[in-house]
C-alpha cells in the first residue's frame, strides 16, 4: 500500500521559513493536500492540489510536488503556526485516502 | 456558512456497535463526497471510508473494512457510520468531512467530532 513519510518534528525560529516534506512514491504524479492541527481542533486545510491556498490562508504557506518529495512552507513563521501539519493524497490505484504521520512543527 | 455536526459518540465494550450521525448545513450536500476521518488519542489522523455524492460508491480503509458502513441520507443532508464489532483500537475521536468536490480533492470542511471509547 502507498505510504508517506513524514519527519516527526521540525524546529524553526520566528520569522523564520519552515519546511515540512512528505516523502512518496512518485509522489509528483498525485495531487497532494495539507492540513494544520491545533491541539483540541478539528484539522484546517491549508494546502491543496499541491499549491493551491484555500480562502482564509495566509499567502505565507505555500506548496511544491515533484520527484518523490511534497513541501510545505512556511515563510516569516509566527507563534500561531505552531502545530501539528499531515499531508493527504488519494490513492487512485487502490481507491483510498493516505495521510502522512504528521510533523509536529515546534517555533522557538 | 458550512456546518458539520457529528453526534452518537460515546463508551460502547468491545464488540459492540454505535451508528455516528452528522448533521450537514451550508451547503448542497448531494453535490460533494463526505467522509469520516478518526484520530485516536495521541495519534495521527487516519482515513476511515469515503462516499460519492449519490452513494453509488463507497471506500474503506482496511482496519475497518468489513466491520464499518458508511452511509448518507442526500434528503437529509446526514451521513452516517454505522460501526460493528468494535475494538478497543477503534477508540478515538471521529470526523466527519467534506471533500471539495469529488473524491481526492482534499477535506475542506470538518465537523469538531465526536469520541468513541471502546473499553470494557
Known amino acids: 500500500s502507498y505510504v508517506l513519510t513524514q519527519p516527526p518534528s521540525v524546529s524553526v525560529a520566528p520569522g523564520k521559513t519552515a519546511r515540512i516534506t512528505c516523502g512518496g512514491n512518485n509522489i509528483g504524479s498525485k495531487s497532494v493536500h495539507w492540513y494544520q492541527q491545533k491541539p483540541g481542533q478539528a484539522p484546517v486545510l491549508v494546502i491543496h492540489?499541491?499549491?493551491d491556498r484555500p480562502s482564509g490562508i495566509p499567502e505565507r504557506f505555500s506548496g511544491s510536488n515533484s520527484g518523490n518529495t511534497a513541501t510545505l512552507t512556511i515563510s516569516r513563521v509566527e507563534v500561531v503556526d505552531e502545530a501539528d501539519y499531515y499531508c493527504?493524497?488519494?490513492?487512485?490505484?487502490?481507491?483510498?485516502?493516505?495521510f502522512g504521520g504528521g510533523t509536529k512543527l515546534a517555533v522557538l | 456558512e458550512v456546518q458539520l455536526v457529528e453526534s452518537g459518540g460515546g463508551l460502547v465494550q468491545p464488540g459492540g456497535s454505535l451508528r455516528l450521525p452528522c448533521a450537514a448545513s451550508?451547503?448542497?450536500?448531494?453535490?460533494?463526497?463526505m467522509s469520516w476521518v478518526r484520530q485516536a488519542p495521541g495519534r495521527g489522523l487516519e482515513w476511515v471510508a469515503s462516499i460519492k455524492q449519490d452513494g453509488s460508491e463507497k471506500f474503506y480503509g482496511d482496519s475497518v473494512k468489513g466491520r464499518f458502513t458508511i452511509s448518507r441520507d442526500n434528503a437529509k443532508s446526514s451521513l452516517y457510520l454505522q460501526m460493528n464489532s468494535l475494538r478497543d483500537e477503534d477508540t478515538a475521536v471521529y470526523y466527519c468531512?467534506?471533500?471539495?468536490?469529488?473524491?481526492?480533492?482534499?477535506?475542506?470542511?470538518w465537523g469538531q467530532g465526536t469520541l468513541v471509547t471502546v473499553s470494557s
Open positions: 468531512a467534506r471533500e471539495v468536490t469529488v473524491a481526492g480533492t482534499g477535506f475542506i470542511s
Open positions: 451550508g451547503f448542497t450536500f448531494s453535490h460533494y463526497s
Open positions: 493527504q493524497v488519494w490513492d487512485s490505484s487502490s481507491d483510498r485516502v493516505i
Open positions: 492540489y499541491d499549491s
